[in-house]
């Protein structure tokens, strides 16, 4: 079992950054590979980034690819996701998730997930 609580969302305003943090407790964190996810209201979720066991391979989405980098350090039980220029259509729920597949896009393949952070991007 892996509880993720996710941390650092807010209000920022259009070309802002805001870095949120995820911090696993629980089995291996080293086990897991790592996602970022975001639902808006509305809209189905959608896969921000993934990062693998050993941060070696990352994935991004295309509407965040060259704004968002996904980080993690294993020492700290603690992935992060770095928001650079910031649209209102990042406007969402952002979700931590952990996944005991090597790396992965689809959040099917993720088996734990945290109880997410509001991230609201103004204009």
């Known amino acids: 079992q892996v509880q993720l609580v996710e941390s650092g969302g807010g209000l920022v305003q259009t070309g802002g950054s805001l870095r949120l943090s995820c911090a696993a407790s629980g089995r291996t964190f080293s086990s897991y590979a790592m996602g970022w996810f975001r639902q808006a209201p509305g809209k189905e979720r959608e896969f921000v980034a993934g990062?693998?066991?050993?941060?070696?391979?990352?994935y991004y989405g295309d509407s965040v690819k060259g704004r968002f980098t996904i980080s993690r350090d294993n020492a700290k039980n603690t992935v992060y996701l770095q928001m650079n220029s910031l649209k209102p259509e990042d406007t969402a729920v952002y979700y931590c998730?952990?996944?005991?597949?090597?790396?992965?896009?689809?959040?099917?393949?993720?088996?734990?997930w945290g109880q997410g952070t509001q991230v609201t991007v103004s204009s």
């Open positions: 990062v693998n066991r050993m941060g070696g391979n990352i």
């Open positions: 998730a952990a996944s005991r597949a090597l790396i992965a896009t689809s959040g099917t393949r993720y088996d734990y």
